[in-house]
């Protein structure tokens, strides 16, 4: 006749079950050297390995550092002692394990009592086993006394912290100067106080029961659909990012330095990832997940240095079979280039109408060269020759270029930029002194330099205006920018105001004048304040009034489109074109700021000339455009890659963007963002020369691989592997295997996937997979024949632990409703 | 008077305090008393049982095959702790008391018929279905020692039991604890 085993189990709500449940959920194949106590009871949740005798975790995880590390191995140890233990027996083989270097983790369980033996104070206590006042012993300083330099505390109810806190110490001895490292987890013991304690408060839970995805009958195998997929979904940088670049797969390349990679999958969306690089203002940092965590990965400037380092795209890019077919492209700034670049690369023959004596509009016109080296853009333009496009420069439509000589073109894309100027609406706007702050950088940008005198007035909050005033600043100039709304890229802002540049928020010209001492008179308003009726007023609205030799108004620019038929033209006085740049004529194609859809910035701009190539090629009888398939989730972005290639992984990560709360922020400690090194401002104002100098290749290695969280995509990490509690999933040629008979469908391994990078289906119910009470063993949930898992009533102290322990959510808070006494 | 005990049960049950009771009668008595107990475990849902050695002894532990009185506060536990009981000594076999329903301390027929070979009376209470009903589980260790206390070779007497069981009871649970005592007796 066999007897049931009694195996005693924590006392429901205990806080060592949550910390052991914590620890053997952080660190799957850790040494965990164990003690004498109730805690020895951890051994039910796989997280006590060795009990020996009474101080024994110490010595022997110490023994088992200097077993391994005289094999060169340190695999995690974590020993674990109560208080009462400690104090009795475990400071002599503390002090011994530091001083003879051994690196481990103890985690003291401090309960405050000796609960195996029925509640006998310990030193900590300050009470005698008689009840008389003793001599109270602080634990912390008798673990300080042990030569620890490394203490901390964490709760093991909140189960990210406590992991978190886990793994910060088995970093420390891991370090260069690392050693023992403690942690202290302090709680109540339940049984003791006859409750949860002062600190918690009770949350009862309750179990869902529903429909089950799979019947107990056929345990045999989990149905496909129930089980956990590894399947690789779009980092949110990438859905944010409009140039389409892969740059979850950027990092990877730049974390194993392989950056000739990293440029050809960058010159496979675009051909200025060393100008991207410089002048975007990066939306896809904005949608970093590392954001809200320590500060989004530095994504700009390893681009830059991808594209720096990679040499040009004219030794990447290849032009693609001849399709026969040829397009025109009016307009060489960077929508027409773009649209250019990836019509040669489709094997279409184009060429290229720019106005101007060179390529480049904005990025050669406009932005400045601190910012924007000539020689980075230079070697970025490169790639056209190379392509075999054909350059036609000092070409204006309507002018020297005639509708007629584009006739001979199947197709012809216009992206002519936004170069008219907008004038301020206000008296004296045409007044001496005052001029576009675009023409001023066009100026400085042709090698003739206007002279601007000691005062320089900037009106406008965006990149424009930042460009101006900072080129002005470096002719000499004192600054002052007066503006609504600050629009431009922050960092150039804060660069701008290191270099000794003045910033009014909020304040708007009313009028200017000619001021008696020459220069020009500002008359200004604070946006709170009423605006002028009509020019006569204005005077009167005027707050405040300031002096300056010249005045930059730079308000943004329209397209000038006067060599259109007015019929084609969109309310705002833009191009009529849908998202793929295609207008009314079937052969007219348009983008950038010349069109409705506008453009706004370089990286919108790389982004209509994308669309447009691809447009003009399924126009041309290319492979259908299959808009879903190449358009980035819901972000802007499109991915040329993915047309050559549609069965490339690219093509495969469909699924929406994992959001930051998908993200296991305990696996990633803080670490500061990488800062490229810039110009000092009292140097910089002087020259021309670029002002941040770019993060170094080992800077930017060490951020990618430190820093990148891979969201939704699989790094073979192995903590899925590591958590599966039925050690369902296994590694075979590199390739993760499920096994359906084993898997018990607990959702453990997408719950706990760093990045989110496993897809499975919560079925919110109890499935009956026992994760439960095998892993986190509370007496208190009862598991029936079937399976499934009841709360026990009677013995629950509702301490809400099992609510973080169910990956499936089955269990939740308990819904009081109205027929329940 | 010498007499060799065991109590046996489960965490929680009140192992630890029906022997505090013994030892209380026996200290009233003047009786020399070994306690020994399993500790810790016993609020872990483990085994736990006590040694009880009343009159003089020169060691702490019952030795298997030397124990008068086996108390079972779990069939179970009490199927485990079988080997303590001794085998018939002349005219005196050893006593079994077990919580359990009438007749099912002991199911299996082949367990029955080696207790009875040696000579062991059995006696069967379901003090657990008492203290049920008395509203409070924990009361079943009183309830079976109230039962108990009734066999002619019980160590100590009804009013030791109850001076001893006063003795050691807090304030609060006394009068509940006699209550349990008297409705173990009257079974």
């Known amino acids: 006749m066999a007897l049931p085993t009694r195996r005693p189990t924590f006392c429901p709500g205990c806080g060592h079950r949550a910390a052991f449940y914590a620890l053997r959920r952080t660190f799957a194949d850790a040494i965990f050297p164990g003690d004498i106590g109730c805690y020895t009871l951890g051994l039910n949740q796989g997280a006590v390995d060795t ?92 673990i300080r006394g042990c030569g620890i330099r490394y203490l901390a505390h964490a709760d093991p109810h909140d189960i990210p912290s406590f992991q978190r806190a886990l793994l910060d110490a088995v970093e420390f001895t891991h370090s260069d100067a690392g050693g023992v490292a403690v942690v202290i987890a302090r709680y109540v013991c339940v049984t003791q106080v006859k409750g949860l304690g002062p600190n918690r408060k009770p949350l009862a839970v309750e179990v869902v029961h529903g429909p089950r995805p799979r019947a107990p009958e056929t345990l045999a195998a989990l149905d496909a659909q129930w089980m956990p997929v590894h399947r690789d979904r779009l980092s949110p940088c990438a859905e944010a990012g409009p140039a389409g670049n892969d740059i979850e797969r950027l990092m990877t ?23 991207l690089g410089r002048v975007c203002p990066h939306p896809c940092e904005s949608a970093c997940n590392r954001g809200a965590h320590d500060g989004a990965l530095a994504i700009n400037a390893l681009e830059r240095l991808a594209g720096d380092r990679g040499r040009s795209a004219a030794d990447f890019a290849v032009r693609g079979p001849d399709q026969g077919k040829c397009v025109a492209v009016v307009g060489g ?34 932005i400045t060269e601190y910012r924007l080296p000539p020689a980075v853009l230079a070697r970025e333009l490169e790639v056209f020759a190379a392509l075999g496009v054909t350059l036609h420069t000092g070409m204006r439509l309507g002018a020297n270029l005639a509708w007629a000589e584009l006739d001979r073109f199947d197709a012809v894309y216009l ?59 470096r002719q000499g100039a004192a600054v002052e920018v007066f503006y609504d709304l600050l629009l431009a890229i922050p960092a150039e802002v804060e660069a701008a105001r290191t270099e000794g540049i003045v910033f009014h928020h909020e304040i708007v010209p009313v009028a200017f004048a000619a001021a008696a001492a020459g220069g020009v008179q500002l008359l200004l308003r604070e946006l709170a304040a009423p605006a002028p009726q009509d020019d006569a007023d204005a005077e009167r609205c005027a707050t405040q009034s300031s002096e300056a030799d010249s005045v930059l108004v730079c308000i943004g620019g329209d397209a000038d489109l006067d060599y259109l038929e007015a019929a084609d033209l969109a309310p705002n006085g833009r191009l009529a074109v849908d998202a793929w ?14 069109a409705s859809t506008g453009a706004g910035t370089v990286v919108g701009a790389i982004n209509a000339g994308k669309r447009a190539a691809l447009a003009i090629a399924e126009r041309l009888g290319g492979r259908p455009l299959a808009t879903p398939d190449l358009q980035l989730a819901n972000g802007p972005g499109i991915a040329v890659s993915i047309a050559a290639d549609a069965s490339s992984p690219r093509a495969r990560q469909g699924a929406p963007a994992p959001q930051a709360l998908e993200i296991r922020l305990q696996f990633f400690p803080k670490t500061p963002r990488a800062t490229a090194p ?57 390739v993760y295997r499920i096994d359906a008979t084993t898997c018990t469908g607990c959702h453990v391994c997408a719950a706990e996937c760093p990045r989110g990078a496993i897809s499975m289906p919560a079925a919110g119910v109890c499935i009956g997979c026992g994760y439960c009470t095998t892993r986190f063993e509370c007496p208190s949930l009862l598991r029936g024949a079937d399976g499934l898992v009841s709360i026990d009533r009677r013995t629950c102290i509702d301490c809400g632990m099992c609510i973080q322990v169910c990956a499936q959510g089955a269990i939740r808070p308990r819904q009081e409703t109205a027929n329940r006494p | 008077m010498k007499c060799q005990a065991i109590i046996a049960g489960v965490g929680g049950q009140g192992v630890l305090f029906a022997a505090k009771v013994f030892t209380e009668m026996a200290r009233r008595r003047q009786l020399p008393v070994f306690g020994s107990q399993t500790f810790g475990m016993a609020q872990r849902g483990g085994s736990v049982m ?36 001794h085998e018939q000594r002349g005219e005196r076999g050893a006593v079994c008391v077990v919580n359990a329903p009438a007749g099912q301390a002991f199911p299996d027929s082949r367990v029955a018929a080696l207790l009875g070979s040696m000579g062991v009376t059995v006696h069967t209470c379901d003090a657990d279905a008492v203290a049920l009903a008395m509203n409070n589980p924990l009361l079943a260790n009183l309830v079976l020692l109230g039962f108990g206390a009734a066999h002619e070779r019980f160590p100590f007497t009804y009013d030791e039991l109850c001076t001893a069981t006063a003795a050691v009871s807090g304030a609060l649970r006394r009068d509940a604890n006699l209550d349990a005592l008297e409705r173990g007796r009257a079974l």
């Open chain 1, 333 to 366: 700034g960077p929508a027409g280039l773009a649209a250019a670049y990836h019509l040669a690369r489709l094997g279409y023959g184009v060429d290229v109408f720019e106005a101007q004596p060179e390529i480049g509009g904005m990025l050669r016109w406009a």
């Open chain 1, 678 to 734: 810039q110009r000092a401002p009292e140097d910089s104002v002087w020259n021309f020369e670029e002002v941040n100098f770019g993060l170094g290749s080992a800077a930017a290695t060490a951020e990618a691989r430190a820093r990148c969280f891979h969201c939704g995509v699989c790094t073979h990490c192995d903590i899925c592997v590591d958590v599966c509690p039925s050690e369902a999933i296994a590694k075979v040629d590199g």
């Open chain 1, 51 to 142: 009990v020996h005798d009474m101080g024994a975790s110490i010595t022997m995880a110490a023994g088992f550092y200097h077993a391994y590390a005289q094999d060169g191995q340190q695999p995690p140890i974590i020993a674990t002692i109560g208080d009462g233990t400690f104090f009795h027996s475990g400071a002599a083989g503390l002090e011994n394990a530091v001083y003879n270097g051994a690196r481990f983790v103890l985690l003291v369980l401090d309960n405050g009592t000796t609960g195996m033996t029925g509640m006998q104070p310990t030193p900590e206590y300050g009470k005698t086993a008689d009840g008389h006042a003793g001599v109270k012993i602080e634990l912390e300083a008798l």
């Open chain 2, 50 to 85: 006590t040694h009880l050695k009343i009159g003089e002894f020169n060691s702490p532990l019952v030795c298997e095959g030397d124990a008068d009185l086996l108390l079972g506060l779990d069939f179970t536990e009490a199927h485990r702790t079988l080997p303590y009981l």
């Open chain 1, 253 to 275: 390349l730049a974390g194993q330095e392989q950056w000739r990679e990293a440029a050809a999958m960058l010159y496979a969306e675009h051909p200025f990832p060393s100008t």
């Open chain 1, 581 to 594: 740049g295609r207008s009314r004529d079937a052969r007219i194609f348009a983008g950038g700021d010349a």
């Open chain 1, 415 to 473: 992206a002519t930029g936004a170069w008219k100027q907008r004038r301020l609406n206000v008296p004296g706007a045409e007044c001496a002194g005052v001029q576009s702050g675009l023409d001023y950088l066009k100026a400085m940008r042709s090698g003739t330099p206007p002279t601007l005198g000691r005062r320089v007035a900037v009106i406008g909050g965006g990149n424009t205006a930042i460009d101006a005033a900072r080129s002005a600043r």
